[in-house]
């Protein structure tokens, strides 16, 4: 099937060349996750507890941490306690990962599509102002390749209309915004781990949650409705009262994330160092550029090198003739059948569609592995 706006060429071998992404997995984390296995408790026990404890004192200390078997379990529990119900209008990106928007499908909510900004493809505050109304009862948005989104607007707006603000930061670990921590600034925030993110543990994922109210509510709705510690402790009713889902993390997981959390800012570094060489090496090259570099208020989480590249098809032909992976990775969302299955009008993502391109960026590769790809671009497509 060849279709408008997909990836035309086949994907490279993954055991040559430079590769678009590669699994963090810290040298510690076969012993912690073999303790694991040799304990009493695999499923949710007291590594879940102790990686959401840690979760929260480096990225959330003012709001509560749970951890949640995905990045797209998190999000659906975000939407259920932002109180989302069927028919409702949310305003949402485009351009994102699919898991963003799916789960409101799940919810029968009403799907309002909001234009990119077209210099770091994150959501256009501009086109979310003219989308929101009475009806609006949430907002999302998604801190695309790492960089957090303008989020002095966003919330202004969602304060203005008295409606939650949702993030998803599935690719923003790490990254702050005029100082404050991505993670504890809106009222629902979630962070993945799955395969190829900052931190993976294999799949699995953290909602984090402002308001203190909800949390017994959201560790109820993550496990089938159960009050989990009552029914451990031996006083739980034996009844359910509300519809929950199985979205906990186990403790085989939260093991490989307690192990990457703790060189977590080693990872950041890194990401980051190889970023800014990338900006280096990229610079001046007619007909490309690397997205969101000229805003500066603001720290970018460097999960993705995106450019802006024109001729993308011949420019991707020339980087596999030369070994190196690249991909759209994420596509405009109203495009598939199941949310509709027609682009919207949206100018911004219009005028990008056919030239936006991710490059490889992962701990494997080093800075010579950025200037070699610098000087294959420079060489021309
Ligand atoms: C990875 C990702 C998610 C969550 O994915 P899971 O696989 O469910 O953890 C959500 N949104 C974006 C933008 C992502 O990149």
Partial sequence: MKEHGMNELPLMN???GIVLFYPNIPPNAVDEVSKVLHSRWIGQG???AQFEKEFEEKFCVTNTALAVGSGTDGLHLGYILAGIEPGDEVIVPVFTCTATNIPLLYMGAKIVFADVDPETLNINVNHVRQLVNERTKAIVCVHYAGLPCDMDELMAIAREYNIPLIDDAAHALGATYKGQKIGEMTDFSMFSFQAIKHITTGDGGMLTIKNKDLVEKAKRIRWFGIDRSAKQMGHWENDIYE???KYQMN?????LGIAALAEFDNTLKY????FAEYTKQLAGIDGLHIIGTGVTDREHAAWLCTVIVENRTDFMRKLRDNKIESSQVHYRNDRYTVFGGRRSDLPNMDS???KYLVLP???KMTLQDVAYIGKVAKSGW
């Fill in 271 to 274: 990401r980051q160092l190889l």
């Fill in 46 to 48: 007291p590594k879940v």
């Fill in 243 to 245: 519809v929950g889902y």
């Fill in 251 to 255: 403790d085989i997981s939260a093991a």
């Fill in 14 to 16: 993954e055991n040559e």
């Fill in 352 to 354: 990008v569609e056919e």
């Fill in 361 to 363: 960026l992962h701990h």
